[in-house]
């Protein structure tokens, strides 16, 4: 079974960078797996953050970008705001049709 | 601006059905693929389904596989989600989402489904 991994938790400093990640449980993550991020506030639907591994949704700052660090996909957040603090998600896409999300990472800027 | 409204949910017993329905607007519907994405409460985001602009092709979760299907009314700009044979663990927000070929674009606001005796 396909599993998604992703930190549970992560702390940032205001004005500070962090990176969150995104792996398979077996195998490395790709292009190939179009790996896309995603932000949610409580009670709030998802915000497309990035697509494709690198690209910015319309209307997200440059703050916020996407890579391949190694075997997984990343998110990197550079100069952190208050409002950064949310719970991020992760989705690769496994052929077939078949997306498979990560467990989601909350993210605390203090 | 691209609006997608969901309606239908509520509570049902176990093996009950429900039909979600999501109103898209500010967008060519018909030229579009489209996702259901659902959230249990407290919990992360899971994949549902995928429907091709034209329903050529379409794809589920194991997890909902035989029990679900997706279906969309180019003619009223709607997607459809009929869910059946319903289990406690199907509980969630079910989010409509525009998807924009190997990603996942706009999303609506939600509509609850809870499942309980």
């Known amino acids: 079974q396909t599993v998604v991994t992703q930190e549970p938790s992560f702390s940032v400093s205001p004005g500070g960078t962090v990176t969150l990640t995104c792996g398979l449980n077996?195998?490395?993550?790709?292009?190939?797996?179009?790996p896309s991020w995603y932000q949610q506030t409580p009670g709030q639907a998802p915000h497309t953050l990035i697509y494709?591994?690198?690209t910015r949704s319309s209307g997200v700052p440059d703050r916020f970008s996407g890579s391949i660090l190694g075997n997984k996909a990343a998110l990197t957040i550079t100069g952190a705001q208050a409002d950064d603090e949310s719970d991020y998600y992760c989705v690769l896409y496994m052929g077939s049709g078949i997306w498979v999300f990560g467990g989601g990472t909350k993210l605390t800027v203090l | 601006q691209v609006q997608l409204v969901e309606s239908g949910g509520g509570v049902v017993q176990p093996g009950g059905s429900l039909r979600l329905s999501c109103a898209a607007s500010g967008f060519t519907f018909s030229n579009n693929n489209m996702d259901w994405v659902r959230q249990a409460p407290g919990k992360g985001l899971e994949w549902v389904a995928f429907?091709?602009?034209?329903?050529?092709?379409?794809f589920y979760a194991d997890s909902v596989k035989g029990r679900f299907t997706i279906s969309r009314d180019n003619s009223r700009n709607t997607l459809y989600l009929q869910v059946n044979s319903l289990r406690v663990e199907d509980t969630a927000v079910y989010y409509c989402?525009?998807?924009?070929?190997?990603?996942?674009?706009?999303w609506g606001q939600g509509t609850m489904v809870t499942v309980s005796s």
């Open positions: 429907i091709y602009y034209d329903e050529s092709r379409i």
């Open positions: 989402v525009k998807d924009r070929g190997y990603a996942f674009d706009m």
């Open positions: 494709s591994t690198n």
């Open positions: 077996s195998g490395s993550v790709s292009t190939s797996n179009y």
